[in-house]
């Protein structure tokens, strides 16, 4: 009885993923210029928060620190593009990745020591501390302006190159984003996602079989604070310059947002999260110009009391299996 | 011999006295904002992320008070008054419907606040500083500088807060019901102490004290709607240092970070200073997670 149930499952799963990345790739063609840059941009949020959404949802670490791995990658990626020339995207990438992960291995190495609430005030403060850094460092950084660059060319290695396009723009960030999905997705389901799991539902126990805890979480740490440079190093190259305001705890912030509004421990809800914040914004903006954070602020608060679970979360099992 | 006598003279002795004096009077603002951080969190296992947003609001009140009544002892006891309120009735509408859910959720919820008050702000008030007129303008002289009084009056000021707050947790009822609900929570409601109602006193305590501090240290600095962050992070680290929920760990941590702040920002700017106090919270977490300022657990 068990496998023609599970056969239809995932039928249906694959169904739904298929339709929603053709309608995503569908999309620009159909959607007026802002409107694209608008998804494209909710797909790279989308990217960061569901990096965190490793931490938050599947090891029961609050991350307030997210900005300093998606700044660094955005930096990282200022560096190959600024000293590199003719600037190429792949190498763009790679720095970005080196950059997030040198960051990542030293918030990781201090703060998986701790936990809870702990954690996640020691993240905030070790991202404040890029952010001083990279703020105040102005010869190397562009100190409070930031850097700009040229946006790389779409490149196969050796082989081919294209200036990017909108459309291109849209389908290499969705298809960056959907690799990430998968992969986080069968990590997650693999024996060292349910570790993860398994810390986040009784770390005392996980230990006490014999796994090693810390480890565990330095390595989900890790590899979560790729992925947000990945997202950092993708609004890079969307939008051709790097600034400390990325790096500020804001974005952290509206990073854990994404998550709470969308539904952790769910990968996509992240997304819909951002997709969500982002709809807000660009509605309220509309009256309450800059301050469109009090009213959204509200509807969070609002969120976090009556619908913990987030937009999705009535899915979330159903997501997981 | 002669490289440790240059070594010697060319040590800025009166730089170093003026910083020490700084460093102890910011300690002081920072050990009452902390306080207030410190004991939320151990009665209430809140992480007051508005905690920064509280002080900048207290400030806030405090300039439109000062230019109504020209009073700042007026402003300064109406503002903490006021905050105090306000924080009463955000944990009676936000924190009071999350008692008993995991901890973090308390920290998503002040952090909605904190993004609330802070926009706030900006709305009401406009991104430009603010001033606040100190009460009066002595000053004495500190080697080459005129050292204003008003600052070592805030130090005693916070110092005599910090006093009045411990010795209400020692002596009043309240205070009692207080500790009691930090020790154990679930026997203290047995015993018929109503929790609640101390979460929300306790809550109003701190948001009075943060509000008090905001106006005391208004007149050093502008007030702006984006100097709750700085305050509130280095509470944080105070926090963290001086050990989770200890009053008196927290009070020396903070003089402690304080100072060297203040002996860094001889050589560096002082926004490069802050590094320092985030270095110290690195190595206490290295070498001593519980706190620095904190007997070593059995």
């Known amino acids: 009885m068990k496998k023609p149930a599970a056969k239809t499952f995932r039928t249906t799963y694959w169904f739904g993923f298929s339709v929603v990345i053709v309608m995503l790739a569908a999309a620009p063609l159909v959607l007026p210029e802002f409107w694209r840059r608008f998804l494209t941009e909710i797909l790279i949020w989308g990217l960061l928060a569901m990096s965190s959404d490793i931490l938050i949802g599947y090891s029961g670490m609050l991350s307030f620190g997210h900005s300093a791995f998606f700044g660094l990658g955005m930096y990282g990626a200022a560096a190959a593009l600024l000293t590199v020339s003719p600037p190429n995207l792949w190498l763009a990438i790679g720095y970005g990745l080196v950059g997030a992960a040198g960051a990542a291995l030293f918030v990781a190495y201090f703060s998986t020591r701790l936990r809870d609430i702990y954690f996640a005030i020691t993240t905030l403060i070790f991202s404040q501390i890029f952010y001083v850094i990279i703020f105040t460092w102005t010869e190397v950084t562009g100190g409070q302006n930031g850097l700009t660059f040229r946006r790389p060319a779409l490149s196969i290695p050796w082989l081919y190159a294209t200036p990017f396009t909108n459309e291109t723009l849209h389908w290499f960030v969705l298809a960056v984003v959907t690799a990430s999905y998968l992969i986080l997705r069968r990590i997650t389901q693999s024996p060292f996602g349910m570790v993860l799991q398994s810390i986040r539902e009784n770390e005392g126990r996980t230990r006490a079989i014999g796994y090693p805890v810390e480890r565990y979480k330095m390595v989900a740490v890790m590899l979560s604070g790729l992925f947000a440079g990945l997202a950092g190093v993708l609004y890079a190259i969307q939008n051709r310059f790097a600034a400390p305001d990325f790096v500020y705890y804001l974005v952290s912030g509206e990073t854990v947002i994404f998550n709470v509004m969308g539904g952790i421990g769910t990968l996509v809800g992240p997304i819909v999260g951002a997709g969500f914040f982002l709809l807000l914004r660009e509605a309220f903006s509309r009256f309450f110009a800059e301050y469109y954070l009090i009213p959204v602020g509200i509807i969070f608060i609002a969120m976090v009391i009556f619908l913990p679970q987030g937009l999705l979360g009535f899915a979330r099992g159903w997501l997981n299996r | ?298």
């Open chain 2, 1 to 298: 011999m002669e490289t440790v006598a240059e070594f010697i003279s060319s040590i800025p002795y009166d730089q170093i006295i003026i910083q020490t004096v700084n460093g102890i009077v910011a300690g002081m603002i920072l050990a009452l904002v902390a306080s207030g951080l410190t004991l939320i969190f151990g009665i209430m296992d809140v992480v007051n992320f508005a905690h920064g947003e509280l002080f900048m609001l207290g400030a806030y009140i405090g300039v439109v008070v000062l230019s109504a009544t020209g009073s700042f002892w007026l402003a300064l006891i109406i503002a903490a008054l006021l905050i105090g309120l306000l924080g009463a009735a955000l944990q009676i509408v936000t924190l009071r419907p999350l008692l008993g859910r995991d901890p973090l959720t308390t920290i998503l919820a002040t952090f909605g606040i904190s993004l609330v008050l802070q926009n706030y702000a900006l709305w009401q008030f406009g991104p430009v500083a603010r001033k606040i007129q100190e009460p009066f303008t002595g000053s004495f002289q500190l080697f080459y500088l005129e050292y204003p009084w008003y600052r070592l009056l805030i130090a005693g000021l916070s110092a005599v807060i910090i006093g009045a707050l411990w010795l209400f947790l020692k002596r009043s009822t309240y205070g009692i019901w207080i500790r009691a609900t930090t020790q154990d929570r679930v026997m203290a409601q047995a015993m018929g102490i109503p929790v609640p109602r101390v979460h929300t006193a306790v809550f109003a305590i701190g948001a009075g004290m943060a509000a008090a501090s905001g106006v005391l240290f208004g007149p050093l600095v502008g007030v702006n709607h984006a100097m709750g962050l700085d305050w509130v992070l280095k509470a944080f680290i105070v926090v963290v240092v001086g050990g989770m929920g200890n009053l008196g760990g927290s009070i020396a941590a903070a003089i402690f970070i304080s100072l060297l702040e203040s002996y860094a920002s001889i050589w560096v700017s002082p926004a490069q200073a802050v590094i320092v106090s985030f270095v110290v919270l690195i190595l206490t977490l290295l070498f001593r997670p519980t706190g620095l300022f904190v007997p070593t657990p059995k």
